[in-house]
């Protein structure tokens, strides 16, 4: 079932608030428990993705051979699996790594790079789709693919709007019980019922190489203590802070991948989530598009 972008109502400033709290229980829980995140990642952001969780608290461990990647998706709190990289190993891993991970009920959060743009990567990601994923994060080019509906993707970076993307969300989200979340300019953020989106970041973001991965690995790491849609939302939340903070330092694109590695360990949860209360929509949508 689809709906209509116009269909989805402000929610309550009740609902906000109950939000805003769990955004920082969940991040005040990422630094306390430190989940270890096993992340199927690709070979060109691999060190940005371990180093942003480092600097958010959890810990990382990039492992991703066949033969030992599905024995830690029984010991991990969370599991990444991003398809931007499509080596033979990778995505030999990725589907034993995703099988364990469902068995074990270890939440796992899948980016489906480029989906849509070339034909391998799109079937794996519909293969592995039936594992149960926590979390599906792309950005609004790859969440239009998945759900089987035209999109401008040319290559890893978005060509279509998030607004635009909302009713693939949905769809996504209704036929995987996951929760999709659509990275942009605005975030957007649905389990199929609440929508919430989140403004704020910074457009340098985008220039420097796995903005969208190390989000992906943020928020797995963020399922490990928290539901799936407040963990997509906490994320969210934090990049967009910490990109903000990083742009007032940054001269350009290289300083400010250092500085947004900095301002993610720096940025503390009531900070976090004074920040988040500034950028952040929350709606719903029930099956007629009526308010739930
Ligand atoms: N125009 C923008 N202004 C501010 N923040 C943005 C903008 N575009 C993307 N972002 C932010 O950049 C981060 C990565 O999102 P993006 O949509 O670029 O992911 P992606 O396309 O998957 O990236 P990657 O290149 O890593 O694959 C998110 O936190 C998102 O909110
Ligand atoms: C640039 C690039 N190419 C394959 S994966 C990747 C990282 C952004 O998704
Ligand atoms: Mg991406």
Same mark, same amino acid.
């Given at each position: /079932?689809?709906?209509?972008?116009?269909?989805?109502?402000p929610g309550?400033?009740?609902?906000?608030?109950?939000l805003l709290?769990a955004?920082?229980e %969940?991040?005040?829980? $990422?630094?306390?428990r430190?989940?270890?995140?096993q +992340?199927?990642?690709?070979?060109v952001?691999?060190n940005l $993705?371990a180093?942003v969780?480092?600097a958010?608290?959890a810990s990382?461990a /990039?492992v991703?051979?066949?033969?030992?990647?599905?024995?830690?998706?029984h010991v991990?709190d969370a599991?990444?699996v991003?398809?931007g990289?499509?080596?033979?190993?990778?995505r030999?891993s990725?589907?034993?790594?995703v099988? =364990?991970a469902?068995?074990?009920?270890t939440?796992?959060?899948l980016?489906?790079?480029?989906?849509?743009?070339?034909?391998?990567?799109t079937?794996?990601a519909?293969?592995?789709?039936?594992?149960?994923?926590?979390v599906?994060r792309g950005?609004?080019s790859?969440?239009? %693919?998945?759900a089987g509906?035209?999109s401008?993707?040319?290559? $890893?970076?978005a060509r279509d709007?998030?607004?635009d993307?909302l009713?693939?969300?949905?769809a996504v989200?209704?036929?995987?019980?996951?929760?999709?979340?659509v990275?942009?300019?605005t975030?957007?953020?649905t389990?199929?019922?609440t929508?919430?989106?989140?403004?704020?970041?910074?457009?340098?973001?985008?220039? /420097?190489?796995?903005?969208? +991965?190390?989000?992906?690995?943020?928020?797995a790491?963020t399922?490990?203590?928290?539901s799936? !849609?407040?963990?997509?939302?906490t994320?969210s939340a934090w #990049?967009? %802070?910490a990109a903000?903070d990083a742009?007032l330092? =940054?001269?350009?694109?290289?300083?400010?991948?250092? %500085? #947004?590695?900095?301002?993610?360990h720096a940025l503390t949860?009531?900070? !976090?989530v004074?920040r988040?209360?500034?950028g952040l929509? $929350?709606?719903?949508l029930?099956?007629t598009?009526?308010?739930a």
């Open positions: /079932m689809t709906h209509a972008p116009e269909n989805d109502l309550s400033a009740a609902e906000r608030d109950a709290g955004v920082h %969940a991040a005040t829980q $990422v630094r306390e430190t989940p270890l995140v +992340c199927l990642t690709n070979e952001t691999v $993705v180093n969780l480092l958010a608290g990382p /990039m991703a051979t066949p033969g030992e990647a599905e024995e830690l998706a991990a599991v990444l991003n398809l990289t499509m080596g033979a190993d990778h030999a990725i589907r034993s790594t099988a =364990a469902e068995g074990a009920r939440p796992w959060v980016d489906p790079v480029a989906v849509g743009v070339l034909s391998l990567r079937r794996l519909a293969e592995i789709l039936v594992h149960t994923p926590a599906v950005n609004a790859e969440i239009r %693919a998945l509906l035209a401008a993707g040319r290559g $890893v970076d709007d998030v607004d993307a009713t693939a969300a949905l989200a209704g036929r995987t019980g996951a929760v999709v979340a990275s942009g300019e975030d957007l953020v389990d199929g019922v929508v919430v989106r989140l403004t704020g970041g910074d457009p340098l973001l985008t220039l /420097m190489t796995g903005g969208g +991965c190390a989000l992906g690995g943020l928020v790491a399922t490990a203590v928290a799936p !849609l407040v963990a997509a939302v994320a #990049f967009n %802070a903000s742009a330092v =940054a001269s350009g694109p290289g300083s400010f991948a250092a %500085a #947004f590695v900095d301002a993610v949860t009531d900070t !976090l004074e988040a209360a500034a929509r $929350v709606g719903a029930t099956a598009g009526a308010r």
